[in-house]
């Protein structure tokens, strides 16, 4: 399958989850999927164009993710395997937020009444307080960059497999 085809397949396809894709389908996808956003990237000085593009290209990115995985074999199920880092990150982010206006509330305040051993304190207090929040993000994010390697970085580079060879996701050539 050409560049041209497989862009043609994937918009084709845009909300098919069943069949599967090969290797060429796939990759050609994620190749149109680059130079687009690296295009919105460019014109994005003129027009804000990225979250347009973010939505447009979510669900057959998806689908044609699934196919592939379906392809080589692997359930769809992997692709669900980042979300259980979804949590902690959003949890170091607001802790992350209200450290940061609780710090800004703490210090404009014992300025403002001249306490400077306060403001000392205070700051250390709020140090400790974002450190942790920056890490939970940090070791969620490397979780989730883990989970994104080995889903679409190994599983969707094996070649395909048939029913024969041990796949069950996909119909046998003859019944």
Same mark, same amino acid.
């Given at each position: ?87 902690? #990150?959003?949890?170091? !982010?607001? /802790?992350?937020?209200?450290?940061? $206006?609780?710090?800004?509330? =703490? &210090?404009?305040?014992? @300025? #403002?009444?001249?306490? !400077?051993? /306060?403001?000392?304190?205070?700051? $250390?207090?709020?140090?400790? =307080? &974002?450190?942790?929040? @920056? ?41």
């Amino acid at each position: 399958m050409g560049f041209i085809r497989a862009i043609k397949s994937g918009f084709r396809k845009y909300f098919v989850f069943t069949g599967t894709a090969t290797r060429p389908e796939y990759w050609y996808w994620l190749l149109f999927n680059l130079i687009l956003a690296v295009g919105v990237f460019l014109v994005q000085e003129w027009v804000s164009l990225q979250l347009y593009q973010v939505l447009l290209m979510f669900i057959p990115t998806l689908s044609v993710t699934v196919r592939r995985l379906r392809d080589a074999g692997y359930s769809w199920a992997w692709m669900l395997l980042k979300v259980p880092a979804i949590i902690p #990150f959003v949890i170091g !982010l607001v /802790q992350f937020w209200i450290g940061v $206006v609780k710090m800004q509330v =703490e &210090l404009g305040k014992n @300025i #403002f009444e001249g306490d !400077l051993d /306060q403001v000392s304190l205070h700051m $250390v207090l709020a140090r400790q =307080e &974002l450190s942790g929040a @920056i890490t939970t993000m940090v070791v969620s994010l490397i979780y989730m960059a883990g989970s994104f390697l080995l889903v679409w970085g190994f599983f969707t580079t094996r070649k395909s497999k048939s029913f024969e060879e041990g796949n069950k996701r996909v119909a046998p050539k003859n019944p």
